[in-house]
């Protein structure tokens, strides 16, 4: 799997995606698109990223019946992504439904990823509300198990997760993790960090990185610092 760095562009319109990506006149980096920036501008700002030269991750985390579900992503397929996810919550049927909705009448498709748990969801509250008994790190590995039988390609998770994930699913199956802060800068509201040489370390394939790198007083010099130390 190659690794990369992937850049979250957590903006809230086009113009402040593109100030942000006229910085980058060398190398192209892979970008995520998030709700924030999706529905803010519509699939017209994931083909304008896409025509200036740059991977695309939309992170949508649909969760819905699995025939809204694989329509849906017969949609998002035609914007030419090259990784979009779904919740694994969806169940099996759900995630099966969206690969066959991504996939283009060719064979080809986007890489599809799991979102487990999210970060923000705690045992407590797994407990209390979702009324899950298992420790989190059993109910994630058990999805990460249900996404693989499923088809899909990997799911996002902490980076201290991502060596469990391979070995239950295999060196094959990618982990696109967030969490991600340099040795020296700000943690923010991320609870359980690392830096990007951890995260290679760790055995992530992909980290996403925003605010170390948007947030940086030279963006660009952020990104390349991140691609040397995950990279190499
Ligand atoms: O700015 P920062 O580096 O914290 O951005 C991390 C990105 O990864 C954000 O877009 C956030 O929504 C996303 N993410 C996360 N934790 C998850 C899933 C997604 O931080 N569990």
């Known amino acids: 799997m190659g690794k990369d760095v992937i850049v979250a562009c957590d903006f809230s ?4 995606v593109f100030t942000f990506l006229d910085k980058f006149t060398g190398r192209k980096p892979f970008v995520k698109i998030g709700m924030e920036l999706y529905y803010a501008e519509g699939p017209e700002i994931v083909r304008q990223i896409k025509a200036r030269g740059h991977k695309i991750f939309l992170d949508l985390k649909l969760h819905d019946i699995p025939n809204t579900v694989k329509k849906a992503m017969a949609v998002l397929s035609g914007l030419d992504v090259d990784m979009c996810n779904v919740h694994a919550a969806g169940t099996s049927a759900m995630m099966k439904a969206a690969l066959e909705g991504l996939t283009r009448p060719d064979g080809s498709r986007p890489l599809l990823i799991a979102v487990t748990q999210l970060t923000s969801t705690d045992e407590d509250s797994m407990r209390r509300e979702l009324l899950i008994d298992r420790p989190l790190d059993q109910v994630v590995m058990s999805y990460a198990r249900t996404a693989k039988e499923a088809g899909l390609d990997g799911v996002v998770c902490s980076p201290l997760e991502a060596g469990k994930v391979h070995q239950a699913c295999g060196d094959g199956f990618v982990t696109v993790t967030p969490g991600v802060r340099f ?29 170390p790198i948007t947030a940086a007083a030279d963006p660009v010099a952020a990104y390349e610092r991140c691609v040397k130390e995950f990279v190499g």
Not at 13 to 16: A, F, L, N, R, V
Not at 184 to 211: C, F, M, N
């Open 183 to 211: 040795a020296d800068g700000d943690v923010g509201d991320q609870k359980r960090v690392t830096t990007p040489e951890k995260a290679k370390e760790l055995g992530s394939d992909y980290i996403v990185v925003g605010r």
């Open 13 to 16: 319109s086009k113009e402040q």
